[in-house]
């Protein structure tokens, strides 16, 4: 093989690695990516059922309730426009508290609730997630908590 | 006088990099060899500088100077000294400075070290270095000046992110920034070869040294933070894949396709224009890394300032950087003349491989990192997590890793595929032992091979050294060996973990127990204590397994400036794996949140990430000897 034509070869190679980089990561991104939503988006289009989803809001005032084994919890997130009630068994963030922002990693149930594997509260006082950010700027009802 | 000292060694480096970048260019197309050799000096005295501003910088925040903007964003006084110390980069502007500083540091130990290369070559990667450094100085100086001042000065600070209060922060900026900084010095090497079209053995070699401690450092910066996240933010995890923790696997994977295409490239004289193309591509992942992390983009820890100017001037200089480079490459390449050929099966064969291999990971990396970025543009919030990851980079990354075992085991340029066969019979028969094994303990699929391949490729990696004489053997063909070894033991750590942790989430009063994996865990009590700048409740844990009983203390952890908490994880390491312990929150009952995980061979994950980087740091010995040698040798004929 002369040496153009191998460079030809691996240049080829290369390339169609990076096009089947490239489909195989866009396909799995199809199934994968977990999108954003705020109580009033589930309100207007329907539950998005059978995916992992972000829901982001503030923690309702009074509504962080603890089931007796110790270690559920319940509270509702509100984005000043509609509520979803979320269920969490884990230890909640240092930052999360009542009237500040949260946004909560899980999946919609049937009926409504959502069941929370993970959540995120701001990282700092100074700190607000920008999905968050850009969703409070949406209903302008709440002003961003920005702590001191 | 501090702060204006700092700031003038500021400008006077960033005015040393524009005269280095302009007698480089003379020195170059006027073919002046007066002028070029005076690029070396001020390229050294450019890195001086830079230093000195960092080292006062480091001195105000020593000092607690409340006069100035940026320890009173970012300190109190109040604060242990090692985080004074540390915390100089704890923030946006610190962090610049220390990137400039290494990048000078870089650039002059270029100017000093590097002998092999020849002079023209090296005066136009001293003149590329200071074309990067000169857009950094822009930066700082224009947009995140660290030294500005406050009037009137405050009387206090506001603190540091009390995740940041670690000494972690001492050790893993600095690596991280280490490497990424290396890789701009790959990056002036190849523009220089451009350049002067010395595209060959001779640049290769030249460079390695310089892709080699790029690699460690960037190796030991992402093993660092692993570890610091898996301790500091309490969740048990190790590896997010988070942005930012990606922009620092992206240059990772790039350096090490990089190290494996300049090997070629010196040893074979194969792979010239795709080796040039890596050493930007790498470059690139820095930049974009530095980019994702520092223009606040990101929600991160790491996203200091969230400020739209600083990010629109880290993407400029990106462009122009990268465009500038890849134009010199459209507009060059042309005149590199191709390299040897060689056949697919091959040592150089397996290396394009891995080479191939490594870029689709980097790929899907990269479109998972900047995807939610480009859907938010579009006005759609999502984020890409661990299951994408997981899905598209776990299978090609295994597939790599058999690459990894079969490669080294392959001659230079020709082998028979027969006695290929009766290398890597070993392996195999490791591989499927362990996987025959594994069926009775079923992990999952993605462990299951990843745990059966950790061993076929433990077997192989040390398989190189079969029947040499191990005193005559190259310390670089150890370092390969040492550092193939670390990615099993790495790997096998991972699969173990994500297969057979174990997690007990419990509500407990003082004197109750919780069981996970082989332990007992007992809740003694709860009791306040005070450290430095925070006071925390400490939980009295006595874990027992069989009659050994140790004591754990995970503190939750109140810090006043600025008022944050956070949960301080107790870990007890065992030779077969770690017990993770962390401590929630009380309830009205008098019950305390206890979460505990019992995991398996966690600790081979960080143990195999010192060994790879050791592995680099043998070769990188073994290679810097052998050229000594061969000049000694050189010289005396």
């Not at chain 2, 001037?313 to 050929?341: D, H, Q, W």
């Not at chain 2, 290929?420 to 993605?446: E, N, Y």
């Not at chain 2, 430095?532 to 006595?542: F, G, V, Y």
């Amino acid at each position: 093989m002369k040496a153009k034509h191998q460079r030809l070869t691996l240049a080829l190679l290369a390339l169609g690695a990076v096009v089947v980089a490239g489909l195989l990561a866009l396909s799995a991104l199809k199934d994968q990516a977990s999108f954003f939503y705020a109580p009033s988006d589930v309100k207007r289009d329907g539950l998005p059922l059978g995916r992992a989803v972000r829901l982001g809001g503030m923690v309702a005032d009074g509504s962080v309730k603890r089931a007796a084994d110790g270690v559920t919890v319940h509270f509702t997130v509100t984005d000043g426009a509609a509520t979803t009630p979320v269920v969490f068994a884990g230890i909640v963030p240092n930052l999360f508290r009542e009237k500040s922002g949260v946004v909560a990693e899980g999946q919609f149930q049937p009926d409504g609730r959502f069941v929370a594997s993970n959540l995120l509260a701001k990282h700092d006082e100074k700190y607000m997630p920008p999905e968050m950010a850009g969703k409070m700027h949406e209903t302008k009802t709440l002003a961003p908590d920005r702590g001191s | 006088m501090i702060a204006e000292a700092g700031l003038a060694a500021l400008w006077l480096a960033g005015a040393l990099a524009a005269l280095q970048l302009a007698m480089a260019v003379i020195g170059i197309a006027r073919g002046r060899d007066d002028v070029a050799a005076a690029v070396r000096p001020v390229a050294i005295v450019q890195g001086v500088l830079a230093a000195l501003a960092m080292a006062l910088l480091i001195r105000l925040f020593l000092n607690s100077d409340m006069s100035v903007k940026l320890v009173v964003e970012n300190s109190h006084s109040a604060k242990p000294w090692l985080y004074k110390f540390a915390g100089a980069w704890g923030n946006h502007e610190g962090s610049m400075l220390l990137w400039v500083t290494i990048l000078g540091l870089a650039g002059g130990a270029v100017a000093i070290f590097e002998r092999s290369l020849p002079e023209r070559t090296l005066v136009a990667t001293l003149g590329a270095q200071a074309t990067i450094a000169l857009g950094f100085y822009a930066f700082l100086l224009f947009s995140s000046n660290p030294f500005a001042r406050l009037t009137p000065a405050a009387p206090d600070g506001l603190g540091l992110n009390p995740l940041l209060q670690d000494p972690g922060l001492a050790f893993h900026p600095p690596t991280l920034y280490t490497g990424y900084v290396g890789l701009s010095v790959a990056f002036s090497f190849a523009v220089g070869a451009l350049v002067t079209r010395d595209v060959g053995p001779g640049f290769a070699k030249a460079m390695r040294p310089w892709v080699l401690i790029a690699w460690i450092f960037l190796t030991l910066g992402i093993t660092a933070g692993s570890y610091w996240a898996y301790y500091e933010l309490g969740w048990g995890g190790w590896w997010f894949w988070d942005p930012v923790e990606n922009a620092s696997l992206m240059p990772w994977l790039a350096a090490t396709a990089l190290l494996h295409s300049v090997t070629v490239l010196a040893t074979r004289d194969g792979l010239r224009a795709w080796t040039i193309m890596l050493a930007v591509v790498a470059f690139s992942m820095s930049m974009i890394g530095t980019f994702l992390v520092r223009s606040g983009i990101l929600t991160s820890v790491h996203a200091f300032a969230v400020d739209p100017e600083r990010g629109a001037f880290i993407l400029a200089l990106l462009a122009i950087y990268i465009g500038g480079a890849l134009a010199l490459f459209a507009a060059r390449i042309g005149t590199v003349r191709a390299g040897t050929t060689f056949d697919p099966v091959s040592r150089e064969g397996g290396l394009v491989a891995n080479n191939l291999l490594l870029s689709v990971i980097l790929g899907i990396v990269l479109i998972g990192t900047l995807y939610p970025i480009v859907a938010a543009s579009f006005g759609v919030q999502l984020s890409v997590g661990p299951p994408f990851f997981n899905k598209a980079a776990g299978p090609i990354a295994l597939a790599l890793v058999a690459v990894m075992a079969v490669g080294p085991l392959l001659r230079w340029r020709r082998d028979e595929a027969k006695a290929v066969v009766g290398r890597v019979a070993l392996p195999i028969a490791a591989t499927v032992v362990a996987a025959v094994a594994l069926l009775f303990v079923w992990p999952g699929v993605l462990p299951w091979a990843g745990l059966s391949l950790a061993a076929g490729l433990a077997v192989a990696s040390v398989a190189p050294l079969w029947k040499r004489n191990l005193r005559r053997t190259p310390m670089f063909t150890y370092g390969m060996v040492l550092a193939h070894l670390g990615i099993a033991v790495s790997l096998a750590g991972m699969a173990s973990d994500s297969a057979f942790t174990r997690e007990t989430l419990v509500a407990v009063r003082a004197g109750e127990a919780a069981r996970v994996g082989p332990y007992s865990v007992t809740l003694d009590g709860i009791s306040p204590v005070i450290g430095e700048n925070w006071s925390a409740l400490e939980a009295q844990l006595t874990a027992t397994r069989g009659d050994d009983s140790t004591r754990l203390h995970p503190q939750l952890r109140f810090f006043a400036n600025p008022p944050t908490s956070t949960n301080e994880s107790a870990i007890l390491t065992a030779l077969d794996g770690q017990l993770y312990t962390v401590l929630g929150q009380p309830d009205a009952q008098g019950r305390w949140q206890l979460r505990l995980w019992w995991k398996p061979f966690v600790t081979l994950i960080w143990f195999g990430g010192v060994l790879i980087a050791l592995g680099g740091a043998l070769s990188l010995v073994g290679r810097l000897r052998r050229e000594r040698r061969s000049a000694v040798r050189a010289a005396w004929a």
